[in-house]
């Protein structure tokens, strides 16, 4: 923690961390990988900053909170075509083709897993005009494989997947670098934070050691594939029993787009029966599964499954459902 970020065994560190997600997701080299901090919300502004001045409008597709906070927060830079209609309630990714898309856009915005509301992509968007895609993957990011270079950008805060909070990973295309507006700040800046390889000023370097072990990890566990593997078998536990449970436990969310990483329910009815909710997290808690509340927006419960929950945890917690249905059914 106390070492300099301009020594050279720091710079050993970062230099493998780099490496390591360059190999993991086969990264091209024309994309660079830069490491920024300002979390996910950091880069809500600064994907404004670097990309939204080459047109002044850019395509957002809201289908949950973290998108939807990212183009009111691009609404203080520029026009934003919001592509779906708006919904009082998250539960859908609408297909591409009823999607209303700018052709003047500067690029196309989307998050592939809303964490508050348990939806996620079950497609990359098929743009052929050449508008870059932008995408929000702070949820789900390195849980399974994707094609990098049918994005423009990619960011990553990395408090689920990768490490602790406080480093922001960013993977954005070279030629989408230097379209910065004039009055960019510094430290959001990919034009200067590229030029400076992420040392333009004093990164959060134990976060990065950190999130270069979690590399290392993934590695050793089968890379993305392994991931995404194993992400399938811990979300389907879960949803298996919510469907089993006839009705005692409900998913809001359309079959197709249920996140692998964030499954939400709710107890005793669609609606939620509240004294049931408690009953339920109490016991959870009781048996050392903490944090199960849904978020406060939305309610209910919500089991986060990210890569570092273990099958076997995932197993107790479907035990536990299972039980706590049994014992309150009729
Ligand atoms: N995007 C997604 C998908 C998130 O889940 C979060 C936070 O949970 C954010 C953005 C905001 O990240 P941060 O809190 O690092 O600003």
Redesign the pocket.
Known sequence: MEMSHRSSNYAAIQETAINDLRELLSIPSNYKILLMQ???????AAVCFNLLGRTGVADYVVTGS?SA??AKEAEQYGKVNLVVPKVAKYTAVPTQDTWKLDPNASYIYY?D????DGVEFDFVPDITNGVPIVC?M??NFLSRPFDVTKFGLIFA?A??NIGP?GV?VVIVRDDLIGHHMKQTPSILNFSQMDKNASLLNTPPTFCIYLMGLVFKWIKRNGGVVGMAKTAATKSKLIYDVIEESNGFYSCPVEKRVRSRMNVPFRIGSSAGVDALEKEFLAKAESQGMIQLKGHRSVGGIRASLYNAITVGETEQLAKLLREFAQSHKA
Not at 113 to 116: D, F, S
């Open positions: 300002g979390g996910g919300t950091g880069q809500f973290w906070k990212a998050c897993n809303e964490t508050v929000d702070s949820s805060g408090q689920k909070a922001t």
